[in-house]
């Protein structure tokens, strides 16, 4: 959620990758072979501190050493676990063989016969919130895009932003620096939960 890398390049996350001291995690994405950087908001700087606080057993020096793991051995553990989390919250689509109960919303949407499932609600839609959030919040698309890794603005635009009916009324610059200074953390700033919490709470639609 704090990087928008697929799942993939989230699994095979090299430590060498992560510049804790810089603010930045460089990375190659194995789709597009584009090399993004990616800002460490304290959020994920948690997570990784984490995760690099753990002994290196060997090489490749893997970030998350057991995530690739299951990775490797099957590309769909991730999203998996996701989405079970996902139907606990009660987002599934329901099975005509199963008992029905009533549900929040899909996490997949069919499309052309040939084509995998849509996400809507599992470990690839973060990275769609991620492009939604920042865009909307004024954060200039080239910026989003280096990012991402995504070759063409286009493909940001068609597939990965995805405004609400309330993104589309008149925003001050004002309204989008504050949204943006609150998610524009610097690494070196301490996260206070309780004042995001605030500001969040304090957000309408409109804002």
Not at 26 to 49: D, N, S
Not at 96 to 118: C, D, H, I, T, Y
Not at 195 to 205: I, P, S
């Amino acid at each position: 959620m704090c990087t928008a890398m697929r799942r993939g390049d989230c699994c095979t996350l090299l430590r060498s990758s992560v510049g804790l001291e810089g603010g930045f995690v460089t990375v190659k994405t194995a789709k597009t072979e584009e090399t993004v950087q990616i800002p460490i908001f304290p959020l994920l700087r948690g997570g990784l501190e984490k995760a690099l606080a753990k002994p290196a057993l060997r090489p490749p020096f893997y970030a998350f050493p057991e995530l690739e793991t299951h990775y490797r051995l099957n590309p769909d553990h991730l999203t998996d676990r996701v989405r079970r989390a996902m139907k606990t919250a009660g987002f599934f689509n329901p099975k005509e063989n199963e008992a029905q109960r009533p549900s929040r919303g899909a996490v997949q949407q069919e499309r052309e016969p040939g084509l995998r499932k849509a996400s809507l609600r599992d470990f690839h839609s973060f990275r769609v919130t991620w492009v939604t959030v920042a865009l909307t919040a004024g954060v200039p698309l080239e910026i989003v895009q280096k990012v991402t890794g995504h070759r063409t603005t286009a493909i940001v635009l068609k597939h990965y932003f995805q405004p609400g009916r309330g993104s589309f009324g008149a925003r001050s610059p004002e309204s989008c620096r504050r949204w943006w200074a609150i998610a524009r953390c610097r690494a070196n700033d301490e996260f206070n939960m309780a004042e995001l919490r605030a500001k969040l709470t304090a957000m309408e639609d409109s804002t």
